[in-house]
C-alpha cells in the first residue's frame, strides 16, 4: 500500500518553463489536495478536489492549473515558473470518514531560477 | 477568507517540561484536526476533534476544541526529544465542504535534553 506518491522528489526550473508535478493515492480516497509549504507561512491550500471531475480553488491559486480525471491521480501544473514559488509542495489525500485526517505525500522541493 | 493562527511560532523546552500550542480561527470550523511534521518530514495526522467543547488524550498529548468552535488547543506533558517538531492545526469553515482545510502556521518545538 504506497498511500500518496508524489513525483518528482526535487526540480529546478528555469523561469518562465512549465511543468507538471504528479501526485497518485491508492486508498480510493475521494478528497485531494495541494498545498505549498513556505518557510514561517505554514502550509497554504492551492487547489483541492471532492472527487473526480470536481475541482476548487484553494487559498493561492494563481500560477497553478489542476484537473481530475481519476479517482486515483490529481497533477498540479504551473504554467509559467516564476522564483517566487519555490517552495515545497505536498499533495494530500483523504476519504470521506469523517474520523479521519489527510495523507500526505513526501513533497516535491522545486527551485526557480 | 479564513485565516487560522497559531501561537507560540516557536518554543525552546528542557525535556520534562509541558507545552501548549494555541490555535484560534477567524470562522467557525466544522472540526478541527492537529497534526505534526517531523524537520525534513511531511505532516501527519494525529487527531480530530468534532464537538464544541471536545478533549481528547493521545498519551501524553491533550487537545481541545473550544465551545465555539474558533479555537483549540494542544498539551503535552512531560515533553521527550521525540516530541520535536512543527504542529499544525487545521480545519475546514463550517459554511464550506469538508475538502477545504485550512492550516494555521505551526508551532516549531525545540526539546533540550
Known amino acids: 500500500n504506497a498511500g500518496v506518491t508524489q513525483t518528482p522528489k526535487f526540480q529546478v526550473l528555469k523561469t518562465g518553463q512549465s511543468m507538471t508535478l504528479q501526485c497518485a493515492q491508492d486508498?480510493?480516497?475521494?478528497?485531494m489536495s495541494w498545498y505549498r509549504q513556505d518557510p514561517g507561512m505554514g502550509l497554504r491550500l492551492i487547489h483541492y478536489?471532492?472527487?473526480?471531475?470536481?475541482?476548487d480553488q484553494g487559498e493561492v491559486p494563481n500560477g497553478y492549473n489542476v484537473s481530475r480525471s481519476t479517482t486515483e491521480d490529481f497533477p498540479l501544473r504551473l504554467l509559467s515558473a516564476a522564483p517566487s514559488q519555490t517552495s515545497v509542495y505536498f499533495c494530500?489525500?483523504?476519504?470521506?470518514?469523517?474520523?479521519?485526517?489527510?495523507?500526505f505525500g513526501s513533497g516535491t522541493r522545486l527551485t526557480v531560477v | 477568507g479564513q485565516q487560522v493562527m497559531q501561537i507560540p511560532q516557536y518554543q525552546h523546552v528542557q525535556e520534562g517540561e509541558d507545552f501548549t500550542t494555541y490555535c484560534n480561527s477567524s470562522?467557525?470550523?466544522?472540526?478541527i484536526q492537529w497534526y505534526k511534521q517531523r524537520p525534513g518530514g511531511h505532516p501527519v495526522f494525529l487527531i480530530q476533534?468534532?464537538?464544541?467543547?471536545e478533549v481528547k488524550k493521545q498519551k501524553r498529548l491533550t487537545f481541545q476544541f473550544g465551545e465555539a468552535k474558533k479555537n483549540s488547543s494542544l498539551h503535552i506533558t512531560a515533553t521527550q526529544t521525540t516530541d520535536v517538531g512543527t504542529y499544525f492545526c487545521?480545519?475546514?469553515?463550517?459554511?464550506?465542504?469538508?475538502?477545504?482545510?485550512?492550516f494555521g502556521q505551526g508551532t516549531t518545538l525545540q526539546v533540550k535534553p
Open positions: 478536489s471532492v472527487g473526480a471531475g470536481i475541482t
Open positions: 487545521a480545519g475546514p469553515p463550517l459554511d464550506s465542504d469538508t475538502g477545504k482545510l485550512i
Open positions: 494530500a489525500s483523504r476519504g470521506f470518514d469523517r474520523g479521519g485526517g489527510y495523507t
Open positions: 476533534l468534532v464537538k464544541s467543547g
Open positions: 486508498m480510493n480516497h475521494e478528497y
Open positions: 470562522t467557525t470550523l466544522s472540526n
